[in-house]
């Protein structure tokens, strides 16, 4: 395959990312308030008109119309093209990372559903059932038939990742919630045992600097609740692109 054809798939998957990033942000306003994510067709949460098909370009809408909706001037959230964004660039990556292979196509939905998790988590401080519970079943499947893991180290990654966690918040009450569990339990379905471990070490390095940043620059305390979600999402996505680089600088850097 030659540079251009190279891009043109490159650009294809990103366009398909922003598209279902359009998707997820359907779910992540809708899943946790019990709504349908399929009907009715997406609204202004200000006027509560619906949003005409050539106004809901994904990423592209949102800067034609200055951040405002075109029926009453409303403004729009930025978090809308951002989780598009996101998403498009996450499909681009799982391309450029794995090929044109059914992995990819795999570990483009595995990415996709992170990205609902973290927001809905930072939003409501809920990781919902529907999305973990499927999502480890899934990951068990697509480990047999569609990724480059066995069915035994998907396993072992559930065991590692959910069972990790459960032990801790048997140990200490409160200090972690179900849903973080079946988060990691589905992270260790779909990545395997070595990266399940890195996202836990990953996610638990960048949520205590993101701790101490927020009591930093915005005087929060160490009791203020913080999800984790999205840091463990944050480690998986590292582990799914880094792994080997991961354990290359751990080695370096701990084992000699």
Known sequence: ???????????????????????????IYRLPNGESVIRPRSRCPGCKERIKPWHNI?????????????????????????VEMMTALLFSACY?????????????????????????????????????????????????????????????????????????AMAVPGGMGGGDIKLMGMIGAFLGLKPALITIFAGSLIGAVGGIIGMIAFGKGRKSKIPFGPYLVMGALAALFFERELIELYMNAFVR
């Open 58 to 82: 994904p990423i592209l809408s949102y800067f034609l119309l200055l951040g405002k909706c075109a029926q009453c001037g409303n403004k729009i959230s930025g978090r809308y093209p951002m």
């Open 96 to 168: 450029a990372r794995f090929g044109l292979t059914p992995a990819a196509v795999a570990y483009m939905g595995f990415s996709g559903a992170l990205v609902a998790v973290a927001f809905i988590d930072i939003d409501h401080f809920i990781i919902p059932d529907v999305i973990t519970l499927p999502g480890i079943v899934i990951g068990f499947a697509c480990s047999y038939f569609l990724l480059p893991i066995s069915i035994g180290n998907a396993f072992w990654g559930f065991l590692a990742g959910g069972g990790l966690f459960f032990l801790l």
């Open 1 to 27: 395959m030659n540079l251009s054809q190279y891009a043109v798939w490159v650009f294809y998957f990103f366009v398909v990312g922003a598209c279902v990033g359009s998707f997820i942000n359907v779910v």
